[in-house]
């Protein structure tokens, strides 16, 4: 299992990017992005669930962001907009088979990208 993760850049407060996940392999149950910002644990974003396509947000992203998932390309997308200085991070995509109590977790994801980085200024 691969998955290469893109779309990181430098944007201005305000702004939006696209982060894109390209995954090769085996089909998870979950889908996720987490984000690692300097000095502080690696963070849950959001996630999709394959199957039903329900979706999971952090507080701090929820109504800014959005997560998909283009089954057929086997790619996950994170749709970022309304971007904040604090959303200032390495971006990583991330595939497991949590349960559902645990989604948010990092502990469930068994393959991870590489991380892009994000950098949002004021």
């Known amino acids: 299992v691969q998955l290469q993760a893109s779309g990181g850049g430098s944007v201005q407060d305000g702004d939006s990017l696209r982060l894109t996940c390209a995954a090769s392999?085996?089909?998870?149950?979950?889908y996720g992005w987490f984000r690692q910002a300097p000095g502080k644990e690696r963070e849950f974003v959001a996630a999709?669930?394959?199957?039903?396509?329900?979706?999971y947000y952090s507080d701090s992203v929820k109504g800014r962001f959005a997560i998909s998932r283009d089954n057929a390309k086997n790619t996950l997308y994170l749709e970022m907009n309304s971007l904040k200085p604090e959303d200032t991070a390495v971006y990583f995509c991330?595939?497991?088979?949590?349960?559902?109590?645990?989604?948010?977790?990092?502990?469930?994801?068994?393959?991870w990208g590489q991380g892009t980085l994000v950098t949002v200024s004021s």
């Open positions: 991330a595939a497991g088979d949590p349960i559902l109590s645990s989604v948010r977790a990092s502990g469930g994801y068994k393959a």
């Open positions: 392999g085996r089909t998870f149950r979950s």
């Open positions: 999709i669930f394959y199957g039903n396509n329900r979706r």
